[in-house]
Nanobody, 124 residues
Framework: QVQLVESGGGLVQAGGSLRLSCAAS????????MGWFRQAPGKEREFVAA????????NYADSVKGRFTISRDSTRNTVFLQMNSLKLEDTAVYYC?????????????????WGQGTQVTVSS
């Protein structure tokens, strides 16, 4: 029922920045927790960042804390991931995810809807 479309991925030099966007449709955006996950080749998908449905609470993986910022714009039904000081190990396919708010932790992977993914490649 919910469709998620990511954009903003691409090639960036180490130390640079990218801003990912995820546009949601088909559901009540304001009622959904939103998350970003990533998967590098040969590795399992991992949690990156999440923001609770009302936008007042966020959570980050230790590997990105202080460098990445998640935010949401309810007017545009869009969630963002601002990525600064990018490192080679940030290279991965980044996925946007959504779930109707519940009492579950934001960091688990039991989200109901997923985007197609957008490639982020960090070069040296």
């Amino acid at each position: 029922q919910v469709q998620l479309v990511e954009s903003g991925g691409g090639l960036v030099q180490a130390g640079g920045s990218l801003r990912l966007s995820c546009a949601a449709s088909g559901g009540a955006f304001r009622m959904y927790d939103m998350g970003w996950f990533r998967q590098a080749p040969g590795k399992e998908r991992e949690f990156v960042a999440a923001i609770v449905y009302y936008g007042g609470t966020t959570n980050y993986a230790d590997s990105v804390k202080g460098r990445f910022t998640i935010s949401r714009d309810s007017t545009r039904n869009t969630v963002f991931l601002q990525m600064n000081s990018l490192k080679l190990e940030d290279t991965a396919v980044y996925y946007c995810a959504a779930r109707l708010h519940s009492g579950r932790t934001l960091t688990d992977m039991k989200y109901d809807y997923w985007g197609q993914g957008t490639q982020v490649t960090v070069s040296s």
